[in-house]
C-alpha cells in the first residue's frame, strides 16, 4: 500500500465503520485512479470532499439525513435577516447625533459601522447575482469587517456600534455561509427585498431615537429583539408546514439558529439576568458577557446532543413510506 493510500484511508474514517467495510476500497480506488502519478498527499479538495461525505454518511446512519438541508434552510433564514438588520442599521447611521450634543461620531455617519452595514448590503446584491461560491466570499468579507470593526476603531478613537450589536450580526453570518448553491430565484431576491423593507421601515424609527444619542441605545435594543422574534415565527411556521410533508428541515433550521435568535435577545435576557429590565442597555458589562457565553455555548451544545438522540431513539423494523434510506438519504414512496 502506497504512502498516498494510506493518508486516503485515514480520511476515510470519517464515514462509518460499515460503510467503509463496503465501500472502502471502491471509494480509495477512485481518488486515486484520478490523483496524479507524483502525488503524495491527498488534495486540499479531495479531504474536504471526504470529510463532507463521511459527515453525510454518519448523519444518515444517525437518521438525520435533514439536517444539512435544515442547515441550508437556516442559512437562507439567517442571511435574510442579517441583511434586512444591515439595512435598518445603514439608515439610522445617516443620522448622528446632533454637533451641539459634543457626542463622538464619524464624520457625516454614526459611526464606522456604515462600512460593516454597507458590506452587508453588498453580499445581499451578489446573492441575487452571483449566488454559490462568490455569495460566500461576500459573506465572509462582511464577517471579517464586523470582526475588525471593534479593534479599528480602537486604534482610530471613532466609534463603533456596542458589541450586543455586531454579536448576533457574526452569528447569522457564520450560518449563512451555509447558503444552498443554486437557489430559486424568489430566495435569490428574497435578501434584496428584505434590505427596502427594512429600510423603509427604519425611517420610521427615526423619530423614536432623535432624542437619544444614537441609535445604539434604545432603538437597537427595541430592533434587535423584534428581529429575533420575526425569525423565530418565520422559522416556526415553515417547519410546521415541512413538517405536514415528513420533512423535519424545520426542526434542523431552528436547532442552527438557536444561538443567533438567542443573541438577538442578548440585552433583555442580560437584563433578566442582571436583575434589571428599565431598559437599553440596562444589563451590566458583566451580565452581558456572561450571558453571550451561555448563549454561544448552549446552542453547538444542544446539537450533538440531539443527533444522539435521535440516534437512540430510532428502532429498526419494515420499512414505510416517507422513511429514508440510511445510506443514500432517499424516501421511500411506498411500502415493501
Known amino acids: 500500500m502506497s504512502e498516498l493510500e494510506r493518508r486516503y484511508h485515514r480520511l476515510l474514517r470519517a464515514y462509518p465503520a460499515d460503510y467503509r467495510r463496503a465501500r472502502g476500497a471502491e471509494i480509495v480506488g477512485t481518488y486515486l485512479d484520478l490523483a496524479g502519478p507524483e502525488r503524495r498527499w491527498?488534495?486540499?479538495?479531495?479531504?474536504?470532499?471526504?470529510?463532507?461525505?463521511?459527515?453525510?454518511?454518519?448523519?444518515?446512519?444517525?437518521g438525520a439525513a435533514?439536517?444539512?438541508p435544515g442547515v441550508?434552510?437556516?442559512?437562507?433564514?439567517?442571511?435574510?435577516?442579517?441583511a434586512a438588520l444591515a439595512?435598518?442599521?445603514?439608515?439610522?447611521?445617516?443620522?448622528?447625533?446632533r454637533a451641539e450634543w459634543g457626542v463622538p461620531s464619524a464624520g457625516p455617519f454614526v459611526s464606522i459601522g456604515i462600512a460593516v452595514w454597507a458590506a452587508w448590503l453588498l453580499a445581499a446584491a451578489v446573492h441575487a447575482a452571483a449566488p454559490g461560491r462568490w455569495t460566500r466570499h461576500a459573506v465572509a468579507l462582511a464577517l471579517l469587517l464586523t470582526v475588525a470593526v471593534v479593534p479599528v476603531a480602537a486604534l482610530a478613537g471613532l466609534p463603533r456600534p456596542p458589541l450586543f450589536v455586531l454579536l448576533p450580526q457574526v452569528a447569522l453570518g457564520l450560518v449563512a455561509l451555509g447558503?444552498?448553491?443554486?437557489?430559486?430565484?424568489?430566495?435569490?431576491?428574497?435578501?434584496?427585498?428584505?434590505?427596502?423593507?427594512a429600510g423603509l421601515a427604519s425611517v420610521n424609527l427615526l423619530p423614536r431615537y432623535a432624542s437619544y444619542l444614537?441609535?445604539?441605545?434604545?432603538?437597537?435594543?427595541?430592533?434587535?429583539?423584534?428581529?429575533?422574534?420575526?425569525?423565530?415565527i418565520l422559522v416556526l411556521l415553515l417547519g410546521a408546514g415541512l413538517a405536514l410533508r415528513a420533512d423535519h428541515r424545520g426542526g434542523w433550521a431552528l436547532l442552527v439558529l438557536l444561538t443567533p435568535i438567542g443573541l438577538l435577545f442578548l440585552d433583555p435576557l442580560a437584563g433578566a439576568v442582571d436583575g434589571n429590565m428599565r431598559g437599553a442597555p440596562s444589563a451590566g458589562w458583566d451580565a452581558l458577557a456572561a450571558t453571550a457565553?451561555?448563549?454561544?455555548?448552549?446552542?453547538?451544545?444542544?446539537?450533538?446532543?440531539?443527533?444522539?438522540?435521535?440516534?437512540?431513539m430510532r428502532r429498526p423494523g419494515p420499512v414505510r413510506a416517507g422513511d429514508r434510506c440510511p445510506t443514500c438519504g432517499h424516501t421511500a414512496e411506498r411500502a415493501p
Open 42 to 62: 491527498p488534495s486540499p479538495a479531495d479531504a474536504a470532499d471526504l470529510l463532507r461525505g463521511g459527515l453525510r454518511q454518519r448523519l444518515r446512519a444517525a
Open 66 to 68: 435533514d439536517l444539512i
Open 72 to 82: 441550508r434552510l437556516a442559512a437562507v433564514l439567517a442571511f435574510l435577516t442579517a
Open 87 to 97: 439595512a435598518a442599521w445603514s439608515v439610522l447611521e445617516l443620522h448622528p447625533p
Open 179 to 197: 447558503l444552498p448553491e443554486r437557489p430559486p430565484m424568489p430566495v435569490r431576491s428574497a435578501p434584496l427585498l428584505a434590505v427596502v423593507a
Open 214 to 232: 444614537s441609535y445604539h441605545g434604545w432603538t437597537a435594543s427595541g430592533v434587535l429583539p423584534t428581529a429575533a422574534v420575526a425569525l423565530l
Open 293 to 312: 457565553v451561555a448563549v454561544g455555548l448552549a446552542g453547538p451544545a444542544l446539537m450533538p446532543l440531539t443527533i444522539a438522540l435521535h440516534r437512540r
